[in-house]
């Protein structure tokens, strides 16, 4: 307790005196969520206090301008907001607290602890929308990441600084294909943002994660479902920036952010009470671009060295492939794996669509046989699924078809080989010898 005194007594002797005169605004209106504040100006993105005369104060984030009033959104409930309360701006507009300070913390969109622990000393800033840099500054991605999955290290290898998303419907196994990945990767940071996802899930990776050594390298940003749109959005905005502070560190970090279907919900949200027109299935050009934005923070660096590997989960309303989140992040992403529905139905866990599953830098990063025999692999699963009723009939006879008479032979095996138990490890070049085993058998 003494320390933590100390560290603010520090910080407090550092920060510069501030004399200005203390400006304030008030509530006018509150319509739908929406919040109008006159006489107050602070930048979009700004943070404010807003007093209720009773002890009670609330906290809005500025969203827009209108007819030279500030236009904000409550962080929390509004119940408590009434006519004519009195709003202070606070903190510095766009600019969030990163450091190490949250390795192996748990907080909230604002960066309060949520785990039970004391507040957290960060005296780092960094831009919420991020350090904008050149195209040719991002450095190529040249060194495979080790995920620790067998089918992903195997058939779609991912590269250090690679962007990829895990794309599937509700219930198909994305939060424990991404606990598996989390839990097995090489990696110096893990930031996890676990954004409009259900408070349980935020409880059982708090539960399983922090604590031991993995803990003291990972830290966790939850914004559950029932919290307020801009919230949330903040949260996967503090996620993306403590990973852009330890890359500018030069460190290996690994991102995962889970979901960016509810991220461009709450930026739905936000679009929707601003008046922006919905375009694509209700969703405006805003909330689509929010996931470009987002997305592209993540990479290599070439001026530090560090990186930072992006998982996204894209929830694919109704197995909906076509859906415009699902589409925008499928053309964004440097890589996409599929889960099928169908393939959890039988019992294959992960439950990965190895045809539907790309990698763009997989060619790059792999050793040309690992690619052919990989290519061969996709070869023999779909030539088997394509004929799957045919064969399940007695339909087919053998000899018609080679690739599909080695297909049906092999079709235990590679199933075995896709198919991990959530504990299992399995390394870049274990997963690498393995494929070379099976696709030479029976060559």
């Not at 929390?76 to 990163?98: C, F, H, I, K, T």
């Not at 694509?280 to 530090?304: C, D, H, W």
């Amino acid at each position: 307790m003494l320390r933590h005194f100390s560290d603010l007594l520090d910080d407090m002797a550092l920060s510069p005196l501030d004399l200005d005169p203390r400006r304030f605004g008030r509530v006018t209106a509150c319509d739908g969520g929406l919040i109008e504040v006159s006489g107050l100006t602070v930048p979009i993105g700004g943070l404010a206090r807003i007093d209720d005369g009773k002890g009670h104060t609330l906290t809005a984030e500025v969203i827009g301008f209108r007819n030279g009033r500030t236009m904000m959104m409550l962080l929390g409930d509004m119940v408590l907001l009434r006519p004519g309360a009195v709003v202070r701006p606070e903190g510095r507009p766009g600019m969030l607290p990163v450091g190490p300070a949250y390795l192996g913390r748990a907080v909230d969109g604002e960066g309060k602890p949520i785990d039970g622990g004391p507040p957290i000393h960060a005296v780092a800033e960094w831009p919420s929308g991020g350090v904008r840099t050149g195209a040719l500054d991002r450095a190529s991605v040249k060194e495979p990441f080790d995920t620790g999955i067998r089918a992903i290290n195997a058939l779609t290898t991912f590269g250090v600084g690679q962007r990829v998303g895990i794309m599937a419907g509700s219930g198909v196994g994305k939060s424990v294909l991404i606990d598996m990945i989390a839990r097995g990767a090489d990696a110096d940071i893990v930031i996890v943002g676990l954004i409009g996802e259900r408070a349980r899930e935020v409880s059982d990776f708090v539960e399983r994660y922090m604590h031991g050594e993995a803990a003291k390298r990972t830290a966790v940003v939850a914004v559950p479902a029932d919290h307020a749109a801009n919230l949330r959005l903040r949260g996967a905005l503090l996620a993306t920036s403590l990973a852009e502070h330890f890359r500018a560190a030069g460190q290996k970090v690994l991102l995962i952010q889970d979901s960016l279907t509810r991220i461009a919900h709450a930026a739905r949200e936000i679009g929707i009470l601003l008046g922006e027109p919905g375009a694509a299935r209700g969703y405006p050009p805003s909330a689509l671009s929010t996931i470009t934005k987002l997305v592209e923070r993540a990479g290599n660096s070439a001026e530090s060295g560090g990186s930072i590997t992006g998982l996204y989960t894209v929830l694919a309303d109704g197995d909906d492939q076509n859906d415009p989140v699902v589409d925008t992040a499928r053309s964004i992403l440097d890589g996409h794996i599929v889960l099928s529905r169908e393939l959890a139905q039988r019992g294959q866990y992960p439950a990965i669509d190895i045809g539907a599953s790309l990698s763009r830098v997989m060619n790059d990063i792999v050793p040309r046989d690992q690619a052919l025999c990989a290519r061969q692999f996709r070869a023999l699963l779909s030539s088997y699924e394509s004929n799957r009723d045919l064969v399940l009939m007695g339909a087919y006879r053998p000899g018609v078809d080679h690739l599909l008479d080695r297909g049906i032979n092999l079709h235990p095996q590679l199933v075995q080989f896709l198919t991990q138990e959530a504990g299992e490890f399995v390394s870049l070049e274990a997963a690498r010898d393995m494929l070379g085993r099976l696709i030479g058998h029976d060559g």
